[in-house]
Every structure is written in C-alpha cells, then in structure tokens.
C-alpha cells in the first residue's frame, strides 16, 4: 500500500506502470485492477477556470489517507492499493488524484475504489483554491459525483 | 500550557496569519482553544477541527503541547 501526495504534474498511467513493475511476480495473484483518475476541469460552477491552487495539510493528509485504505482494506480482500495526489499549482488537464485497487475479483477492485475516492473527498484535508476571469475564489463543496 | 494552533485554506485567509502559539492555563477544550484566538466567538457551524492531526469535536480535550487546526470543509479530490 502506497499513500503519496505529490508536489509536481503526474502522470498516473506512468505512476500504475512502475508500480506494477515494481511488484514482480505478485501480479500474477490479481484477477482485477479498479482505477479512478480525477482530473481538473477547465470549467466549474458555469466559469472558465485558468488554473487552480490545492493547498493540503501536511502530515494530517498522509495521516488521513492512510486510515482510508486501512479502512478499506479491513472491509474488502485488498492485494495492494497506490492513491497519489497533487497539491500545489494545477492546470485544466492535469490529473489531481490516482486510485488504484488490486484485488482477485472485480466486485471488490470497483468497491473498494469508489469508497476510497469518495472517503478522500470527504475527509482528506485538501482545499481548492480556483482562478477564474473575475479573480480568485475558494472551491466551498465537493461535486456530486 | 502551550498550544499551536494552524489555520487552513479560506480561514487561514480570514485570520490573516497561518498560525497562532497559545500559552495559557485556562484552555481545556478545542472551544476554549477557538475562543482564545477569535476573541471569544463560538466555534461557526460549518468549521472542522483537528488536533494532533486527527479529527476532533469542539468538546475535545487539549493537553500542554498539542497542535490544534482550524479548516473549512474539505474539497480534494476531483471528477
């Protein structure tokens, strides 16, 4: 289990690419990934968005994001979970968050995946910070989904 | 007692500083840490606490050396 929270662009294909690579023959185990790859709008709430600021809390993040695949992990037969996050300056395009289940059967990869997008939003302190033509503004509730 | 108190996204804005050091002998709870740098207002509805980086509630209690962090909701993640 790998929990990151990352200062510069990504790419998570690249990111799955060298995690796998990097388990060896334990790929041979899993019948089944789930990936969710959250990526940042150029449009929200009806404005252009240019670029956008996510500020996080160091230490309480990681913190927080551990407890969520622990979590996870204690309600289905997870092989390995990878969630990486941006923080920082962020532009349209970019991908701001990687989650990624191993697991032998699908039911449990899609299950475990959605639950740990969906815990990430609502507990793990980041803040969006946005720029749109008419100046800055704070991001005040997550999207439905 | 002392206490570091942190200040997050829009209200790290509203405060007009990132943190606070408080050395008093009269605070037991997150409340009483809020009081003590708001100038006495009641912790607003929509703000979450933490201390120690873990969660906490308003009655929470707070011990000599703690960090205490003050944020709006949350809104990581993305799609």
Not at chain 1, 14 to 36: H, K, N, S
Not at chain 1, 118 to 126: G, I, Q, R, S, V
Not at chain 1, 129 to 136: A, F, I, L, Q
Not at chain 2, 7 to 29: C, H, P, Q, W
Request: aromatic share 8%.
């Amino acid at each position: 289990m790998t929990v990151t929270v990352c200062h510069i662009p990504f790419s998570p294909y690249a990111e799955l690419e060298a995690y796998q690579q990097l388990m060896g023959d334990e790929v041979r185990r899993f019948g089944a990934t789930a990936i969710f790859v959250g990526t940042m709008r150029d449009l929200n709430l009806g404005d252009e968005v240019t670029h956008m600021v996510l500020e996080h809390y160091p230490g309480m993040t990681e913190r927080q994001l551990e407890q969520i695949v622990a979590e996870a992990q204690a309600r289905w037969d997870l092989l390995d979970v990878l969630v990486i996050h941006r923080v920082g300056e962020i532009t349209p395009g970019d991908s701001i968050v990687l989650v990624a289940v191993w697991t032998l059967h699908r039911g449990a990869a899609f299950e475990a995946c959605r639950h740990i997008i969906e815990e990430l939003k609502h507990t793990a302190p980041f803040w969006k910070k946005e720029t749109v033509r008419d100046g800055e503004r704070w991001v005040e509730s997550n999207t439905k989904g | 007692m002392t206490v570091r108190v942190r200040y997050f996204a829009s209200l790290r804005e509203k405060m007009g500083r990132i943190d606070d050091t408080l050395v008093y002998e009269n605070i037991a709870t997150v409340a009483d840490v809020w009081r003590a740098v708001s100038s006495g207002r009641p912790i607003p509805d929509q703000l979450l606490c933490a201390v120690n980086m873990e969660y906490a509630e308003p009655q929470s209690l707070v011990n000599d050396g703690d960090e205490v962090a003050f944020f709006p909701p949350v809104t990581g993640g993305s799609g």
